[in-house]
């Protein structure tokens, strides 16, 4: 019986239509043409076996952002954010953001009447950021070296994101690699002091760590870099990784010296779209001064009218991602991001302490640094953390499990990450949760089949 196409238009429920009758193409462009409400529903049914991002504990990047910001995002897709002049408006934006930012890291001479008194750029996430500041560095160093260039290193802990070992082989750098312990996850000054040479580009010091989101010791690093250069040694440089921590510690922390208050570092990295609460992706890198950005590596180009400096890596990108963060500062401003860290922060250290009467937990950090829970076994309950990782997925909750980084692989680890959208009310479901599950393994044994993971290298 031939089909009345009005009624399936009209009358038919749209799943006894044609999403009910011919599978979406996978792998070849449709031969025709679809409804865009067909087209829309396909897609958004096919999402849904994503699972909620609310309940992913994995990732630091924002799930959750105010339907005002959300608005002016969408306002903005369209808004490339390479073209200056002809977006002046949000070439101002993203100007007043990286001042902000600047500033916030206490970078020397801004002046606050001067958008151009910072030096800086928005970014596509951290990892961009951490590319142009590593360059930045690899130029400085052959600029102020006499003699053979040809072999360059990066000082940095076996614990960075893996966007640094990406940086080292992209642009032929030696990624000198210092080891963690089964008992210490961050690198130390006497390891920096052994480590670089006349070589050594920078040394990477991470404010918040991928594993733990531990801050590793930047003034410490710092003094231990001076006595070398004051005794003769290399001058290096230093870059903070602060893609994690950039947002947090100034709010939770702000007399910890680690940013632009400490002479030694050169720049900066941070990440937007994570505890700058933005959607992603948005990152900044900062630098100190004019002098640590070579001018060699900004480029002028005039063929999207007027003279315009550029260094990114990427060309065009959307404008949306720094209205979305200009929003949020305007929003928050310092006292509300201080109010939402402080409320992360007592979040996550009352899920560990609730987490804690499991008698097999044993907490690596509480989330009173940036708000971060890493926790592991207490010597052989007859599961791992894998397993745990496991049955928690089968009710919806995303939280990873994985081994440490060098040298330290034996220990395993659950992380759990407390971002803007994580309630107290779902911290304690998490935390009950966890406890269930540590019970029910503890009754009938490890379930034998969840296998580990592996972070960064």
Known sequence: MKRNKHLDGVLAPAYTGRLDTEPVPALRLPRSEMHPDIAYRYIHDELMLDGSSRLNLATFVTTWMEPQAAQLMAETFDKNMIDKDEYPATAAIEERCVNMVADLFHAPELDPTDSSSATGVSTIGSSEA??????????????????????????????????????????????????????????????????????????????????????????????????????????????????????????????????????????????????GLTYPGIGFVIWRGKSDLPEDLVFRVNYLGGDMPTFTLNFSRPGNQVVGQYYNFLRLGREGYKTIMETLRDTAVRMTERICTCPEIEVITDGSAIPVVTLKLKGDPGFTVFDVSHELRAGGWQVPAYTMPADAEAVSVLRIVVREGFSADLGRHLADAIIEVITTLRERGTIGHAEEQHFAH
Not at 148 to 156: A, E, K
Not at 168 to 181: G, I, N, R, S, W
Not at 250 to 274: C, E, M, Q, T, Y
């Open 130 to 275: 951490v590319m142009l500041a590593g360059l930045a560095l690899k130029w400085r160093w052959r600029e102020g070296k006499t003699g053979d260039t040809s072999r360059p290193n990066l000082v940095m802990g076996s614990n960075v994101q893996v966007v640094w070992e990406k940086f080292c082989k992209y642009f032929d750098v030696e990624a000198k690699y210092l080891p963690m312990t089964p008992d210490r996850y961050v690198i130390t000054p006497e390891q920096v002091r052994e480590a670089v040479d006349e070589n050594t580009i920078g040394v990477v010091a991470i404010l918040g760590t991928t594993y733990t989101g531990e801050l590793e010791p930047v003034k410490e690093i710092a003094d231990t870099l001076d006595e070398i250069a004051a005794s003769g040694g290399p001058d290096v440089p230093m870059h903070v990784d602060a893609a994690s921590g950039g947002f947090v510690v100034p709010f939770l922390h702000p007399g910890l010296a680690w940013d632009f208050r400490v002479p030694r570092v050169a720049s900066i990295n941070v990440s937007g779209h994570k505890y």
